[in-house]
Protein backbone atom coordinates (compact mmCIF):
# COMPACT_ATOMS: atom_id res chain seq x y z
CA UNK A 1 0.00 0.00 0.00
CA UNK A 2 1.47 3.38 -1.13
CA UNK A 3 0.12 7.15 -0.29
CA UNK A 4 -1.46 8.70 2.55
CA UNK A 5 -5.29 8.10 2.75
CA UNK A 6 -7.69 10.23 4.67
CA UNK A 7 -11.65 9.62 5.92
CA UNK A 8 -14.14 11.15 5.32
CA UNK A 9 -13.45 13.13 2.18
CA UNK A 10 -15.96 15.55 3.11
CA UNK A 11 -18.11 16.90 6.10
CA UNK A 12 -20.46 18.45 7.71
CA UNK A 13 -20.82 19.04 11.70
CA UNK A 14 -22.84 21.36 14.16
CA UNK A 15 -21.60 23.63 16.28
CA UNK A 16 -21.20 21.89 19.73
CA UNK A 17 -20.93 18.29 18.26
CA UNK A 18 -17.81 16.19 17.89
CA UNK A 19 -15.51 14.83 15.12
CA UNK A 20 -13.11 12.08 14.35
CA UNK A 21 -10.97 12.50 11.08
CA UNK A 22 -8.80 9.55 9.86
CA UNK A 23 -5.59 9.12 8.29
CA UNK A 24 -3.83 5.71 7.14
CA UNK A 25 -0.09 6.44 6.89
CA UNK A 26 2.35 5.48 4.17
CA UNK A 27 3.54 1.70 4.62
CA UNK A 28 7.27 2.34 6.38
CA UNK A 29 6.48 5.34 7.91
CA UNK A 30 6.23 5.60 10.92
CA UNK A 31 5.34 10.01 12.10
CA UNK A 32 2.06 11.23 11.28
CA UNK A 33 1.47 14.99 11.83
CA UNK A 34 -2.12 17.05 11.08
CA UNK A 35 -2.23 20.39 9.84
CA UNK A 36 -5.32 22.37 9.55
CA UNK A 37 -5.89 24.66 6.63
CA UNK A 38 -8.47 27.55 7.29
CA UNK A 39 -9.34 30.02 3.92
CA UNK A 40 -6.88 31.90 2.30
CA UNK A 41 -4.31 30.67 5.36
CA UNK A 42 -1.52 28.40 4.85
CA UNK A 43 -1.41 25.22 6.65
CA UNK A 44 -0.92 25.51 10.45
CA UNK A 45 0.29 22.66 12.88
CA UNK A 46 -1.91 20.59 14.82
CA UNK A 47 0.39 18.12 16.59
CA UNK A 48 2.66 15.25 15.38
CA UNK A 49 2.46 11.61 16.69
CA UNK A 50 5.76 9.11 16.43
CA UNK A 51 5.59 5.58 17.28
CA UNK A 52 2.13 6.43 19.20
CA UNK A 53 3.23 9.18 21.75
CA UNK A 54 2.18 12.76 20.72
CA UNK A 55 6.04 14.81 19.52
CA UNK A 56 4.80 18.35 19.44
CA UNK A 57 2.15 20.36 19.47
CA UNK A 58 0.94 23.86 17.99
CA UNK A 59 -0.84 26.48 19.38
CA UNK A 60 -4.35 24.98 19.58
CA UNK A 61 -6.53 24.61 22.05
CA UNK A 62 -6.84 20.83 24.63
CA UNK A 63 -10.39 20.14 22.24
CA UNK A 64 -8.36 18.69 19.19
CA UNK A 65 -6.99 15.96 20.62
CA UNK A 66 -5.75 12.77 18.48
CA UNK A 67 -4.40 9.30 18.78
CA UNK A 68 -1.69 7.24 16.57
CA UNK A 69 -2.61 3.43 16.57
CA UNK A 70 0.28 0.29 16.49
CA UNK A 71 -0.02 0.08 12.89
CA UNK A 72 0.76 3.96 12.82
CA UNK A 73 -2.39 5.30 11.44
CA UNK A 74 -3.72 7.84 13.40
CA UNK A 75 -6.91 10.02 14.56
CA UNK A 76 -7.72 13.56 14.79
CA UNK A 77 -11.03 14.40 17.50
CA UNK A 78 -12.24 17.57 17.68
CA UNK A 79 -14.60 18.16 20.58
CA UNK A 80 -17.30 21.13 20.90
CA UNK A 81 -16.89 22.02 17.58
CA UNK A 82 -16.95 26.20 16.43
CA UNK A 83 -17.60 27.16 13.40
CA UNK A 84 -14.42 29.02 13.30
CA UNK A 85 -12.86 25.06 12.85
CA UNK A 86 -13.97 24.60 9.58
CA UNK A 87 -11.19 23.63 7.46
CA UNK A 88 -8.83 21.67 5.15
CA UNK A 89 -7.51 19.20 7.76
CA UNK A 90 -4.60 17.78 6.21
CA UNK A 91 -2.74 14.62 7.36
CA UNK A 92 1.40 13.61 6.42
CA UNK A 93 3.13 10.90 7.02
CA UNK A 94 7.22 10.40 7.47
CA UNK A 95 9.56 8.13 8.10
CA UNK A 96 11.41 9.76 10.81
CA UNK A 97 10.65 13.12 13.14
CA UNK A 98 12.31 15.77 11.28
CA UNK A 99 11.68 16.63 7.99
CA UNK A 100 15.44 17.65 6.75
CA UNK A 101 15.33 13.61 6.96
CA UNK A 102 15.24 14.35 3.31
CA UNK A 103 12.90 11.79 2.42
CA UNK A 104 10.42 14.64 3.40
CA UNK A 105 6.57 13.93 3.82
CA UNK A 106 3.34 12.05 2.47
CA UNK A 107 0.66 14.06 2.24
CA UNK A 108 -2.99 13.17 2.02
CA UNK A 109 -5.13 15.20 0.13
CA UNK A 110 -7.39 16.41 3.04
CA UNK A 111 -10.66 16.19 4.46
CA UNK A 112 -12.82 19.09 4.13
CA UNK A 113 -15.00 19.85 7.72
CA UNK A 114 -17.95 22.77 7.37
CA UNK A 115 -19.14 23.67 10.74
CA UNK A 116 -22.55 25.25 10.68
CA UNK B 1 4.98 32.17 15.91
CA UNK B 2 7.18 32.25 12.74
CA UNK B 3 6.54 34.27 9.84
CA UNK B 4 6.79 32.40 6.27
CA UNK B 5 5.81 34.32 3.00
CA UNK B 6 5.46 33.70 -0.54
CA UNK B 7 4.92 36.35 -3.69
CA UNK B 8 3.19 36.92 -5.36
CA UNK B 9 0.18 35.18 -4.04
CA UNK B 10 -1.29 34.60 -7.27
CA UNK B 11 0.24 34.72 -10.76
CA UNK B 12 -0.95 34.24 -14.55
CA UNK B 13 1.39 32.88 -17.67
CA UNK B 14 1.20 32.18 -21.23
CA UNK B 15 2.08 28.53 -21.78
CA UNK B 16 5.74 28.49 -22.33
CA UNK B 17 6.57 32.10 -20.40
CA UNK B 18 9.44 31.23 -17.69
CA UNK B 19 8.19 32.07 -14.09
CA UNK B 20 9.32 32.13 -10.54
CA UNK B 21 8.02 32.70 -7.28
CA UNK B 22 9.51 33.64 -3.87
CA UNK B 23 9.22 31.88 -0.40
CA UNK B 24 10.88 34.33 2.38
CA UNK B 25 11.46 32.95 6.05
CA UNK B 26 13.54 33.51 9.07
CA UNK B 27 17.21 33.48 8.76
CA UNK B 28 17.81 32.64 11.72
CA UNK B 29 17.47 28.69 13.27
CA UNK B 30 17.01 27.34 9.85
CA UNK B 31 16.88 23.33 9.67
CA UNK B 32 15.24 22.76 6.07
CA UNK B 33 12.92 24.44 3.61
CA UNK B 34 10.47 21.93 1.53
CA UNK B 35 9.19 22.98 -1.79
CA UNK B 36 5.61 21.53 -2.57
CA UNK B 37 2.90 21.14 -5.59
CA UNK B 38 -0.52 21.39 -5.02
CA UNK B 39 -3.22 20.66 -7.55
CA UNK B 40 -6.50 21.27 -6.52
CA UNK B 41 -8.66 18.39 -4.65
CA UNK B 42 -5.05 15.97 -4.54
CA UNK B 43 -2.78 15.69 -2.06
CA UNK B 44 0.38 18.13 -1.70
CA UNK B 45 3.40 16.86 -4.07
CA UNK B 46 6.84 16.87 -2.63
CA UNK B 47 8.85 19.19 -5.45
CA UNK B 48 12.09 19.72 -3.02
CA UNK B 49 14.01 19.47 0.40
CA UNK B 50 16.35 22.33 0.86
CA UNK B 51 18.77 21.93 3.63
CA UNK B 52 22.02 24.05 3.26
CA UNK B 53 22.66 27.47 2.18
CA UNK B 54 23.39 28.11 -1.59
CA UNK B 55 21.84 24.79 -2.55
CA UNK B 56 20.36 24.36 -6.11
CA UNK B 57 17.89 21.59 -6.80
CA UNK B 58 16.59 20.56 -10.60
CA UNK B 59 13.33 18.33 -11.50
CA UNK B 60 12.99 18.50 -15.05
CA UNK B 61 11.99 22.01 -16.15
CA UNK B 62 11.48 23.12 -12.27
CA UNK B 63 14.35 24.53 -10.11
CA UNK B 64 14.73 26.01 -6.58
CA UNK B 65 17.35 27.67 -5.23
CA UNK B 66 18.37 28.31 -1.42
CA UNK B 67 20.01 31.19 0.65
CA UNK B 68 19.68 30.50 4.09
CA UNK B 69 21.42 33.57 5.56
CA UNK B 70 18.98 35.92 3.67
CA UNK B 71 15.82 34.09 4.29
CA UNK B 72 14.67 33.27 1.00
CA UNK B 73 14.09 30.35 -1.62
CA UNK B 74 13.35 31.05 -5.66
CA UNK B 75 11.39 28.43 -7.49
CA UNK B 76 11.58 28.51 -11.26
CA UNK B 77 9.49 27.32 -13.43
CA UNK B 78 11.20 27.32 -17.31
CA UNK B 79 8.84 27.08 -20.34
CA UNK B 80 5.58 26.74 -18.40
CA UNK B 81 2.66 24.35 -19.25
CA UNK B 82 -0.63 24.37 -18.24
CA UNK B 83 -0.07 21.29 -16.77
CA UNK B 84 1.79 23.13 -14.10
CA UNK B 85 -1.27 25.05 -12.92
CA UNK B 86 -1.27 24.42 -9.28
CA UNK B 87 -0.80 26.20 -6.03
CA UNK B 88 3.21 26.07 -5.09
CA UNK B 89 3.49 26.15 -1.29
CA UNK B 90 6.94 26.54 0.61
CA UNK B 91 7.46 25.08 4.16
CA UNK B 92 10.07 26.21 6.98
CA UNK B 93 11.41 23.91 9.29
CA UNK B 94 13.56 25.88 12.31
CA UNK B 95 16.02 23.79 14.13
CA UNK B 96 14.14 23.96 17.18
CA UNK B 97 10.99 21.71 16.69
CA UNK B 98 9.82 19.41 13.94
CA UNK B 99 7.05 21.39 12.87
CA UNK B 100 6.46 22.85 9.10
CA UNK B 101 5.75 26.63 8.88
CA UNK B 102 3.80 26.84 5.76
CA UNK B 103 3.47 29.93 3.56
CA UNK B 104 0.21 30.93 2.15
CA UNK B 105 1.18 30.03 -1.11
CA UNK B 106 1.14 30.93 -5.02
CA UNK B 107 -1.20 30.00 -7.10
CA UNK B 108 -0.05 29.60 -10.32
CA UNK B 109 -2.11 29.63 -13.92
CA UNK B 110 -1.00 28.71 -17.23
CA UNK B 111 -3.11 29.77 -19.97
CA UNK B 112 -2.82 27.73 -23.40
Redesign the interface.
Known sequence: ETGVTQSPTHLIKTRGQQVTLRCSSQSGHNTVSWYQQALGQGPQFIFQYYREEENGRGNFPPRFSGLQFPNYSSELNVNALELDDSALYLCASSAGQGGASGYGYTFGSGTRLTVV | ?LN?EQSPQSLHVQEGDSTNFTCSFPSSNF??L?W?RWET????E?LF?M?LNGDEKKKGRISATLNTKEGYSYLYIKGSQPEDSATY?C?F?ANT?????????TSLTVIP
Do not use: D, E, R
Open positions: IVYAHYAKSPAVTLAIGNQFYFGTG
